[in-house]
């Protein structure tokens, strides 16, 4: 049991790093949910299941779910902002 509780304490100082150092955003939200699933584990080999059903719903569910739906609204933001540009450009060669 100690080699698991080894190997997944190894997996979430991995995915911490990961977070914190790549510059992919959906890998980063992806990391970061793969981070909350391996706490939850973690909180059950702790016998606190009460703690790991409360990650897995808040920390790899809702949380990852609010950052994909602001992703999304970011990148329809930004392709607004460059339809916008691509408008002024054409005006202003006419």
Known sequence: MAVVEFLLLAFLIACALLV???????I????YMGFSVV???IWLTLQAPDL?????AV???VSSVLYF?????????QEEDDDQ??????E???
């Open 39 to 41: 706490m939850s584990v």
């Open 85 to 90: 540009r691509e408008r002024r450009r054409e």
């Open 52 to 56: 790991a059903i409360t990650e897995a």
């Open 92 to 94: 202003g060669q006419e």
């Open 20 to 26: 914190v150092l790549h510059r992919s955003t959906m």
């Open 28 to 31: 980063t939200i992806l990391t």
């Open 59 to 61: 920390g790899a569910g």
């Open 69 to 77: 739906l602001a992703l999304r609204r970011i990148r329809r933001l």
